[in-house]
């Protein structure tokens, strides 16, 4: 990723762990990006094991402790 995704992901991922959860609506609205921005950073932080799978809404459980 670019810097300024760099950025926005450290921004992503802060808000989710602040929050306690992750969701693509969530980072859009937030970081004011488009869906596919959003998706893109949603999926980044699954592999990366801050977040897992979403459940039925949509919604992903924090699986680590942000580390």
Not at 9 to 21: D, Q, S, T
Not at 23 to 50: H, K, M, P, Y
């Amino acid at each position: 990723m670019t810097d300024g995704m760099d950025d926005l992901y450290e921004r992503a991922r802060a808000l989710v762990l602040r929050e306690g959860y992750a969701t693509v609506s969530l980072i859009q609205r937030n970081l004011e990006l488009g869906f596919g921005a959003g998706s893109a950073i949603v999926a980044r932080l699954e592999a990366e094991g801050v977040v897992g799978s979403p459940d039925l809404a949509g919604r992903r459980a924090l699986i680590q402790d942000g580390r």
